[in-house]
């Protein structure tokens, strides 16, 4: 574009009923000008680009704006509105040697940088950033350094205003013992991004167990939805959704609570499999990916219903039994916080936590202990933990969200935050919850593989958990996952063993282990070097049923 330059050097001018002209000769019927530069950058791919605001004035004194990234190929007519059939080629050329002149040559008043990121929490320059929904916030007194904009469309509630003191009470005291753990398990799903930056773990989900009909789905929706879509941060535990694609939403949603509604027992295995890999996927996202939405789920119980590895990282609020009049009165009085109040509670903690993100920080530090200047951590885990550091963990962390809002949103009245109240109801609750995990861990440790492997064979090919066969022409031993059911023997690979009892157990099975138990208990058909057999071409574990079926009976099948 040498000679384009060349000739805007020249003089160059806008002649009303004449048009954009270069000494005498008239290049367009209207003169366009760059009036700003925004630049934008996502925090997120490291990505950046610029757009810039060009106005347009036609001969007739008429003006059009729009924003445009290229100069090259800006369509003027599709763009602006004007007719452009007669500008040259070369005409556009020099258009475009004009904009870009000007924008290199803008004013900083003129020169915007945006910023944009999915929601979660970020360092930008210093300055800390949260995004929620479709709601980027950053400290107030930084909000004239750059313009922070959200990538997501999700809608977040708001209310104008509110009488703030009587909405905390309300929502604190609703429901004693419960609604002070929901309000600041909820609290911490909006603040869960930044405590993750400043290396707080909180690699666990939150469990409202109540019996039916017992407000635990209504309540947990109450506190924690703050999307005008409320549909959009909830599915149920029956519905069919790929973990890939449940993981991404929950990553999606971060400075959110996400719920998953509807634990309930299941008659079948593969049921009941398909519920404990939902939860560990959930489980496993919320304790790797910091800029994650907080999970919240329901049930009747959670007994049976997981492993001790994914039970102790549910925190368990208890909404206890109650009659049909007690129940009534709750739903009635409902009304009374059915309002986008919690939405605009989290909104604003948010803020407050941003605008004094240094104190924040120290008192975190304080809080975990993390910094060498503090001799000793304001936490103290209670006696009653008995020593469990994932429940020791909840606790302090729903403490520290606590002590946060108290000292940044009730002026440090601990009486309206509900500190005494949120401590006691965590200390019942938390007494039943270890007992429940020792007794978890007790029965995990004293459960029988063998009784295992006889429910699986006794499924035979109804078996969801491996392909079982029951005659030779079906049987591929090159096959993964297939077993063969045949003469009063269950024939399986190793690898296929293992992996089959790692499905119904929910955890790692040592093959040796098992190996050997069976050789001890005389259940293997052996060959005599080995403990394998070839069937097929290829070695596999030959279990004699009858004898694993005397052992069973002997121990007690009903254990299973």
């Known amino acids: 574009m040498i000679e384009e330059n060349k000739m805007l050097s020249a003089e160059q001018r806008f002649e009303e009923g004449r048009g954009f002209m270069i000494g005498e000769t008239v290049i367009a019927e209207f003169e366009p000008t760059v009036t700003e530069r925004y630049h934008y950058k996502n925090l ?75 929601p979660g929490f970020y360092i930008k320059d210093g300055v800390p950033i949260m995004i929620m929904g479709n709601q980027a916030m950053l400290p107030t007194k930084e909000e004239g350094k750059f ?125 009941q499999n398909r519920y404990k890999e939902r939860l560990d996927k959930a489980v496993r996202t919320v304790s790797k990916v910091g800029n994650s939405a907080l999970i919240f789920i329901t049930a009747e119980s959670l007994k049976g219903s997981t492993i001790f590895s994914i039970h102790d990282r549910i925190l368990q609020i208890k909404i206890p039994r109650m009659d049909s009049e007690e129940l009534l009165i709750y739903k009635m009085s409902m009304a009374d916080i059915s309002h986008s109040y919690m939405a605009e509670i989290a909104v604003r903690f948010v803020q407050v936590l941003l605008d004094n993100y240094q104190d924040v920080r120290e008192t975190v530090e304080q809080y975990i202990g993390n910094n060498i200047f503090y001799n000793k951590s304001k936490f103290e885990m209670p006696e009653w933990c008995k020593g469990s550091t994932r429940v020791g963990n909840q606790v302090r962390v729903l403490y520290l969200v606590e002590d946060l809002f108290c000292q940044y949103m009730c002026e440090n009245d601990s009486k309206l935050s509900g500190r005494i109240q949120l401590h006691e109801a965590l200390e019942e609750t938390g007494k039943i919850q270890v007992k429940q995990l020792e007794r978890l861990s007790s029965l995990e440790k004293e459960e029988d593989i063998l009784l295992m492997l006889y429910q699986i064979i006794e499924e035979g090919t109804n078996c969801k958990d491996i392909h079982i066969v029951m005659t030779e022409s079906q049987y591929s031993s090159g096959d993964k996952n297939m077993a063969l059911l045949k003469d009063g023997c269950f024939n399986i690979k190793g690898e296929d063993l293992i992996n089959v009892l790692m499905k119904r157990v929910g955890r790692p099975v040592s093959l040796k282990k098992v190996s050997d138990q069976l050789h001890k208990e005389g259940i293997l058909d052996e060959d005599s070097d080995k403990r394998t057999k070839k069937v097929a071409s290829r070695r596999h574990y030959v279990i004699n049923i009858a004898m694993l079926e005397n052992y069973c009976k002997f121990w007690g099948v009903e254990e299973v």
């Not at 209504?218 to 909830?234: A, C």
């Not at 029956?238 to 971060?254: M, N, P, V, W, Y």
């Open 147 to 271: 313009t922070v904009v959200s990538s997501s469309a999700s809608l977040m509630k708001h209310i104008d205003s509110m009488d703030l003191k009587q909405e905390i009470s309300n929502y604190i005291n609703f429901m004693p013992k419960v609604t002070v753990v929901l309000f600041y398990a909820a609290l911490l799903g909006a603040i869960k991004p930044l405590l993750n930056h400043l290396d707080v773990k909180t690699d666990f989900i939150i469990g409202i167990v109540a019996p039916s009909g017992h407000l635990k789905t209504s309540l947990t929706r109450l506190y924690t939805k703050w999307l005008v879509d409320e549909d959009e941060l909830e599915i149920s535990f029956d519905d069919s959704i790929r973990s890939d694609i449940l993981q991404k939403r929950i990553k999606q949603a971060a400075g959110q609570n996400f719920l998953i509604d509807d634990l309930h027992k299941k008659a079948s295995i593969y049921d």
């Open 44 to 118: 997120n791919t490291g990505e950046e680009t610029d757009e810039y605001t060009v106005v347009t004035k036609d001969i007739y004194g008429s003006t059009t704006s729009s924003r445009v990234s290229d100069f090259l190929k800006i369509d003027w007519y599709r763009d602006f509105g004007i007719i452009d059939i007669e500008l040259s080629r070369k005409g556009k050329r020099i258009l475009a040697a004009k904009l870009q002149r000007e924008a290199r040559n803008l004013a900083e008043e003129y020169c915007h940088e945006e910023i944009v990121a999915s």
